[in-house]
């Protein structure tokens, strides 16, 4: 029996000699020790030696998901199977593969050696990767989660892809189908980045998988680099979570890779988890990567909470108040300030002895800035420690221009009571300070310090916040458009009490106020990094809030898109319009793209449009969409003189929307704008009423006189059924690349004649590339007809074509790709068609003709279709089955 055992260990060395060492100990292992008797676990198998058989992710899986039902006795002979005692890749997933291996019976010898190699990756790691790519593709799928994604170089050097594997780790954990899946270039960074998601809010168990289940894998750790977007929802869990200090490292994970954070459903939360946030978003934004905030579904927001997240998007913090959250500061800041210190203590020393020289020689005390100097002296006169803690607490901010106004605003007293918000005034003046006798001066340090004394208390940092959120929220924005560009951004550095009554937040605060004014100059103070896109979604913004934003925005540089969708802004539209007129005046603002959309609009839609214009004209992208009128404001006369009549200056709009409540499209009105929007390139119209026959044709005379730049040109839910010359001059466009008629009832009252003149003027038009047709009745034998597009002596370079929500059945569909092989084999098979957009319509009435159609067009083109149940559709669509 012996002698017997010996010869099969002597074949299987035979038989494995391609493999490395390590491999032949497992198999040696495997072969030797069995569930059934010694030495019988090789019997069945059939060795193919230098192929194995490869596991990939469409093999059955293995080892499978551990079942509840394995025992102990599973367990064990997994144990024995894993080679005698060699760790396992993790704790309870060595059993669940085993017990597995047990229940599935005999496998090839390649799997059952590569199943114990892969329990052993702790062991083994460093001779795995330098396996040849044809053992490690067998192997890759065998893999926990932190094990696959240690292997990508290796994978990488052996020319294999683990795309695969992770869309199979995404559909056994995950269990649904991501949206847009056909548009997933990297399933490894989509299934990682959900991951994270799924742990951090708790939906996700990682004991539910043997492959998540890795004792060296910390989830939140190891998937944090890959995560670009991420969501917080409802309470801000999620911000508590990463806040905390055992998450540190995660959070540093997060700063380099994050760029996308959303906000959605979120509810009123208390003072801690507001600290959380801060904490989250200082290092997220002020000292990390995210480009992009965006805000969803808060019915009834938060005040608090929404200026908080906005302002703190926008860049505006003290850093005080940030780090005070904590019990030591931030570091980041902590570095930036001591550099700044030190510079600024050099400067100072400088200027000290060329006050001195100045002194020497008799220059006039008053005029110099010497006095102040010895001022801020007797203030920071508690040695290099108070000086020190002073910079610590105070925001970031560099020297001003006039160091002497600096200085000597800072010592005036701070009276909260006169603090009341507003605007900056013009007359705001720091002579009249410098011209304060040493007595005046001195008053002001010793109130200084009483302040320094107060803000030490217990409720000093609660008050901050509130402190910090109320300011910026009760700024006065009424003259901001009469200020020039240094005065209109000042307001949202102010951070006046929320009560008149509350505490002084100390000797930052004193110096951040500047004086019984309140005021301290935005242009002087050193912002931190800002976002550059913000997205409102469904969020009520009042009048208070509105004017808050309007703030943040007239500085907010760095911001390139701003999107306000179904806010309820109403009349509160003009104060945004007054940020962003504040923001044009920048000469270095990046602001490129603004979408208005409501549910009802206070103005009318070209008024609005040319008021953002002449606001911001330096827009390349223009949205303005709303979905009824105002009833209220239906006898109010037609726009706003201060619009109506404005010049509207040279535009670089590149790309215009409007979507009209049901308005009268008046192409006098329309335009001024296309005169001053040279550059424009694509235009769309959504549900205008033209007011008479002719109106569409000036449009169209104005588009070639005013925009010869003019690409795309889109029509949606505008009723061009009586316009058929004005739709045929524009398919004969030698300049339009795409054109879209959507439910534009294009074929409601024409004959077979008009149909035939769209094919000939498509086909004689070889600059136009796209055309769609949604939604325009044009059921099978319109859709037959379509085909002759693409015949023989056609010199259309027509490479998308949209026939979705057509009513079109698998019958006429089949016709069509018939006709349209027969095109495309008389013309040798060259043609540009590449394109078919086919949603909602009725292919689901026999499910064998569609899908016949869909392979033989599927061989031509790329086919764009859904499963649309075609029973929903509406009933008017019956007069064209």
């Given at each position: ?33 069995g569930?059934d008797?010694?030495?019988?676990r ?6 193919r ?18 079942s ?6 599973g ?8 080679g ?5 890749q993790?704790?309870g ?5 085993s017990?597995?291996m047990?229940?599935e019976?005999?496998r ?12 052993s990756?702790?062991?083994?790691e ?12 067998g ?18 050097r ?24 056909e ?15 799924n ?11 043997w492959?998540?289940?890795d ?6 750790l190891?998937s ?7 969501t ?6 999620g ?8 998450n540190q490292k ?15 459903h979120l ?24 480009s992009q ?18 302002s703190m ?7 005080g108040?940030?780090l ?12 930036e300030d001591?550099?700044?210190?030190q510079k600024s ?16 020689n ?20 508690h040695?290099?420690?108070a000086?020190?803690n ?20 800072s010592k ?14 013009d007359q ?19 109130k200084?310090?009483r ?14 916040l ?6 910026v ?6 003259g901001?458009?009469?200020?020039n ?12 009490s ?10 930052a ?11 301290f100059s935005?242009k002087?103070a050193h912002r931190f ?5 913000l ?8 009048g208070?809030?509105?004017?808050t ?8 540089v760095?911001l ?12 509160n ?6 940020g962003l007129?504040?923001?044009?005046r920048?000469?270095?603002c ?5 979408r ?7 103005m ?12 911001f ?5 223009l949205s303005?969409s709303?979905d ?8 109010r006369?037609e726009g ?8 509207i ?10 979507r ?15 005169k001053a ?10 549900s205008?009423?033209?007011?008479c026959?002719?109106e569409?044709g000036?449009?169209l ?14 029509f ?16 004969q466009?030698?300049v ?8 534009c ?34 059921g ?8 002759d597009?693409?015949s023989?002596?056609?010199s259309s370079s027509?490479?998308q ?10 019958d ?5 790709t018939?006709?349209l092989e ?17 949603f909602q319509?009725?292919l ?5 003709t569609?899908q016949?159609a869909?392979?033989?067009l599927?061989a ?20 064209v089955?």
């Amino acid at each position: 029996m012996a002698a017997g055992g010996g010869r099969a260990c002597d074949r299987l060395k035979t038989a494995t000699a391609p493999f490395p060492p390590f491999f032949l100990a497992f198999v040696l292992g495997i072969a030797t020790v069995g569930p059934d008797r010694p030495g019988c676990r090789c019997r069945p198998v059939r060795p193919r030696v230098g192929k194995g058989t490869p596991l990939d992710a469409t093999s059955p899986t293995w080892p499978p998901a551990p079942s509840s039902s394995q025992d102990g006795g599973g367990g064990g002979s997994g144990a024995r199977a894993g080679g005698g005692g060699v760790p396992s890749q993790d704790g309870g997933g060595a059993a669940a593969l085993s017990g597995a291996m047990a229940a599935e019976g005999p496998r090839s010898l390649f799997a059952l050696s590569a199943a114990a190699v892969s329990r052993s990756m702790g062991a083994l790691e460093r001779d795995v990767w330098a396996l040849p790519g044809h053992l490690l593709r067998g192997l890759l799928p065998l893999l926990t989660v932190f094990r696959l994604e240690r292997a990508e170089g290796a994978a990488r050097r052996a020319g294999l892809s683990t795309q695969p594997i992770w869309r199979k780790l995404w559909d056994d954990v995950m269990k649904t189908r991501p949206p847009n899946s056909e548009n997933i270039t990297c399933w490894r960074k989509k299934f990682l980045e959900t991951f994270f998601s799924n742990v951090l809010h708790g939906v996700l168990d990682v004991s539910s998988d043997w492959r998540l289940n890795d004792h060296h894998f910390s989830p939140l750790l190891h998937s944090s680099p890959h995560v670009s977007q991420l969501t917080l929802c409802n309470m801000l869990q999620g911000a508590v979570e990463l806040a905390a200090e055992h998450n540190q490292k995660v959070l540093e994970n997060l700063a380099g890779s994050l760029r996308i954070l959303k906000f959605q459903h979120l509810l009123s939360s208390d003072q801690s988890i507001r600290r959380s946030l801060v904490l989250l978003l200082h290092r997220l934004i002020h000292h990390g990567s995210v480009s992009q905030v965006s805000m969803y579904s808060w019915p009834v927001p938060d005040t608090v909470l929404l200026v908080l997240i906005l302002s703190m998007s926008a860049g505006f913090w003290r850093s005080g108040n940030a780090l005070a959250y904590h019990s030591s500061p931030c570091g980041l800041c902590r570095e930036e300030d001591k550099a700044q210190s030190q510079k600024s203590a050099q400067e100072q020393a400088e200027s000290g002895r060329y006050d001195e020289k100045e002194w020497s020689n008799g220059e006039n005390q008053k005029g110099s800035p010497r006095a102040p100097e010895e001022a801020g002296a007797e203030v920071n006169g508690h040695g290099a420690d108070a000086c020190l803690n002073s910079v610590l607490s105070r925001p970031r901010s560099p020297p001003l221009r006039n160091q002497a106004c600096e200085e000597a605003s800072s010592k005036v007293p701070c009276d909260h009571t006169s603090i009341q918000g507003g605007c900056i005034s013009d007359q705001l003046s720091c002579h009249p300070v410098l011209r304060k006798t040493r007595r005046r001066l001195k008053s002001a340090v010793g109130k200084k310090r009483r302040c320094l004394r107060r803000s030490r208390g217990p409720y000093a940092d609660p008050e901050d916040l509130y402190d910090f959120v109320f300011t910026v929220a009760r700024e006065d924005n009424s003259g901001l458009l009469d200020k020039n560009s240094a005065t209109e951004g000042e307001n949202a550095e102010n951070w006046p009490s929320s009560s008149p009554g509350s505490p002084c937040t100390g000797h930052a605060g004193c110096k951040k106020r500047g004086g019984s004014a309140g005021i301290f100059s935005l242009k002087a103070a050193h912002r931190f990094r800002s976002v550059s896109t913000l997205e409102l979604f469904s969020i009520p913004l009042t009048g208070e809030t509105c004017r808050t934003l309007s703030n943040l925005l007239s500085s907010w540089v760095s911001l390139e898109n701003l999107v306000l969708s179904y806010n309820g802004l109403g009349a509160n539209i003009s104060c945004i319009l007054s940020g962003l007129r504040a923001l044009s005046r920048h000469s270095d603002c990046h602001l490129r793209m603004v979408r208005v959309s409501d549910v009802f609009s206070h103005m009318p839609c070209l008024e609005l449009v040319r008021c953002i214009l002449s606001a911001f004209p330096q827009l390349h992208t223009l949205s303005v969409s709303f979905d009824l009128k105002n009833q209220l404001e239906g006898n109010r006369p037609e726009g706003n003189p201060s619009c109506s009549e404005a010049e509207i200056p040279e535009s670089c709009l590149e790309q215009l929307e409007i979507r009209f409540p049901r308005e009268l499209l008046h192409t006098a009105f329309l335009l001024p704008v296309l005169k001053a929007s040279r550059s424009l390139q694509q235009l769309s119209l959504d549900s205008a009423t033209l007011p008479c026959s002719q109106e569409l044709g000036l449009l169209l005379e104005a588009l070639r006189e005013c925009n010869p730049n003019l690409k795309k040109l889109s029509f949606h839910d505008v009723n061009l059924a009586e316009h058929q010359k004005e739709v045929l001059l524009l398919l004969q466009d030698p300049v339009l690349q795409e054109i879209t008629f959507s439910f534009c009832r294009l074929f409601e009252s024409s004959t077979t004649e008009f149909l035939s003149e769209i094919i000939n003027t498509v086909k004689r038009n070889s600059s136009l590339k796209s055309l769609k047709l949604p939604g325009n009745r044009l059921g099978n034998h319109r859709l037959v007809a379509l085909a002759d597009i693409f015949s023989e002596d056609s010199s259309s370079s027509l490479c998308q074509l949209d026939v979705s929500s057509n009513c079109i059945k698998p019958d006429g569909l089949l016709e069509f790709t018939k006709k349209l092989e027969g095109h495309i084999q008389q013309r040798g098979g060259q043609i540009q068609f590449t394109h078919l957009r086919l949603f909602q319509n009725w292919l689901d009435q026999d499910a064998e003709t569609a899908q016949e159609a869909l392979r033989r067009l599927k061989a031509v083109c790329s086919v764009v279709n859904d499963s649309w149940d075609s029973s929903q559709a509406f009933a008017d669509y019956i007069s064209v089955m």
